[in-house]
């Protein structure tokens, strides 16, 4: 198993850009959320999905979209990039939501809005 | 709202000795999951150690060890025999167990840098 990936690991955008963030896992997980990680933060979440076609919204929405056709793909999309999305994005997934069970995350990606 | 609370931001530890990373916790929920997370500088997120609240026996995993105190609402994590490769950020989290509106979101402490002398 290749776990949780994310494409890219590192992007520069300028204010204004769009992208999407890629995140796949293959551990057929129904769970899958997204982070941000900023300095003395800790990590916060701002989108999740219980499963193929249902998403909401986390802590930090606000300039982010997500969607799941697939119970591997979960894309996170940056609308219009502002300097305050700076930031270190984390994809997780685990088996459920309550539960025990560890959420697995990706490697990072590292997004700095100029 | 549940929150997580990390007072130490920075932590030293010679190699081979025992050091011990706070975490404290709110929340009114009587069954919920604690976690401590490592993360070194290659910033992959590793599960370290986890705590089912309804366990009073404290979790240990090798040389890592916590110490949950369910009253007080503290879970702190003590690294045995610290090695050069415990040096990291560690991050403290909370999920609840239950509930419809359970998001099972991890709510996650500001982090401790611990760094190992050798």
């Known amino acids: 198993n290749a776990g949780v990936t994310q494409t890219p690991k590192f992007q520069v955008l300028k204010t204004g850009q769009s992208m999407t963030l890629q995140c796949a896992q293959d551990?057929?997980?129904?769970?899958m959320s997204w982070y941000r990680q900023d300095p003395g933060m800790g990590l916060r979440l701002i989108h999740y999905?219980?499963?193929?076609?249902?998403?909401d919204q986390g802590e930090v929405p606000n300039g982010y979209n997500v969607s799941r056709s697939t119970t591997e793909d979960f894309p996170l999309r940056l609308l219009s990039a502002a300097p305050s999305q700076t930031s270190v994005y984390f994809c997780?997934?685990?088996?459920?939501?309550?539960?025990?069970?560890?959420?697995?995350f990706g490697p990072g990606t590292r997004l700095t809005v100029t | 709202a549940q929150t997580v609370t990390q007072s130490q931001p920075e932590m030293s530890v010679q190699e081979a000795e025992t050091v011990t990373l706070s975490c404290t916790y709110d929340?009114?929920?009587?069954?919920?999951?604690l976690f401590w997370y490592k993360q070194p500088p290659s910033r992959q997120m590793i599960l370290v150690i986890r705590?089912?609240?309804?366990?009073?026996q404290n979790a240990t995993e090798n040389r890592f060890s916590v110490n949950f105190q369910k009253a007080a609402k503290s879970f702190s994590l003590k690294i045995s025999d610290s090695q050069l490769g415990d040096a990291a950020m560690y991050f403290c989290?909370?999920?609840?167990?239950?509930?419809?509106?359970?998001?099972?979101?991890?709510?996650f402490g500001q982090g401790t840098t611990l760094q190992v002398k050798p």
């Open positions: 997780a997934s685990s088996q459920g939501r309550g539960s025990p069970y560890e959420q697995y």
């Open positions: 999905s219980v499963g193929a076609g249902i998403t």
């Open positions: 929340t009114s929920e009587s069954d919920y999951y």
């Open positions: 551990m057929n997980h129904e769970y």
């Open positions: 989290a909370y999920r609840r167990a239950h509930g419809s509106s359970n998001t099972g979101k991890l709510i």
């Open positions: 705590q089912e609240a309804y366990k009073q």
